[in-house]
């Protein structure tokens, strides 16, 4: 016998929208101001940019933060789907892209603590998601599974 789903009223629809809201936003535009934080405490600011002296060493490059951003939401859609494969995959396609750059010591310091960063904050707020998600919200990965008729760790009771 096939179990209905019981009905989640528009207040709880209301709520998960505003935490996964809430949560992109922390993953994304959060993130990215973390990151320089942790950049300026490290010494590594303005070491990513090529033409430091052009911007005056002070606004960071357009395209890096949409990287960041692309990055850390690309891991959240792996954690999520418990695909960890995807982790190795951005490391590499970002390895890849920045290779001969890499040569550079101070550059290479900065790409590490860059990617290891996003790779640790993205863990951080995906697993803060999905644990409120669970404990306090609608409980959307597990839904998401069943439509899609994947094991999506339901709860027990």
Request: hydrophobic share 50%; glycine share 10%; charged share 15%.
């Amino acid at each position: 016998m096939q179990t209905v789903p019981t009905a989640i009223p528009l207040c709880g629809y209301m709520h998960a929208a505003v935490y996964t809201i809430s949560a992109l936003v922390l993953l994304t535009g959060a993130g990215n101001w973390v990151c320089r934080q942790v950049f300026s405490l490290t010494g590594l600011k303005d070491t990513g940019l090529k033409d430091s002296a052009v911007t005056g060493g002070t606004a960071a490059h357009p395209a890096g933060r949409i990287i960041g951003w692309l990055e850390r939401s690309i891991l959240a859609i792996g954690i999520l789907s418990h695909r960890w494969e995807v982790l190795a995959a951005v490391i590499a396609l970002k390895s890849v892209a920045r290779f001969k750059d890499l040569d550079d010591q101070r550059f290479a310091e900065y790409f590490l603590v860059g990617s290891l960063f996003s790779v640790l904050w993205a863990i951080v707020i995906t697993s803060g998601w999905m644990a409120y998600d669970y404990r306090y919200g609608i409980d959307i990965r597990s839904n998401v599974a069943k439509m899609l008729g994947a094991s999506g760790g339901q709860r027990n009771g």
